[in-house]
């Protein structure tokens, strides 16, 4: 079993940067994707960054020239770092993984995740 524990999330201001992190434990060698996701109050969650199994990693096309997403060696830390905040980025942040078994294709297609984390808030205000 995957477990995956956010943290990081603070209070910025507009125009900070802020990374925030997830520690993933158990057989991460089973995971297509390990993604972050978010979730505003009263809208959808949506996928924010990934990296894949070959280390390839993707950002949302509306977040490339600010979030930068990485890995440590081990697959056992993921990374978001986030740059020139906005308001509108402010919401819970959250750490996911899609086991293989799971595959859908692309890692920031949500369908298929089978480990979440709890969340990281992350809140910008001007």
């Known amino acids: 079993q995957v477990q995956l524990a956010e943290s990081g999330g603070d209070s910025v201001q507009v125009g900070g940067s802020l990374t925030i992190s997830c520690t993933l434990s158990g057989p991460t060698y089973s995971l297509e994707c390990m993604t972050w996701f978010r979730q505003a109050p009263g809208k959808d969650r949506e996928a924010v960054a990934a990296?894949?199994?070959?280390?390839?990693?993707t950002v949302a096309d509306s977040l490339k020239d600010r979030f930068t997403v990485s890995q440590d060696t081990t697959k056992k830390f993921l990374y978001l770092q986030m740059n020139r905040l906005k308001p509108e980025d402010s919401a819970m942040y959250y750490c996911?993984?899609?086991?293989?078994?799971?595959?859908?294709?692309?890692?920031?297609?949500?369908?298929?995740?089978?480990?979440w984390g709890q969340g990281t808030q992350v809140t910008v205000s001007s």
């Open positions: 990296v894949d199994n070959f280390r390839r990693t």
């Open positions: 996911a993984a899609r086991s293989f078994i799971y595959s859908t294709g692309a890692c920031l297609v949500e369908t298929g995740y089978n480990f």
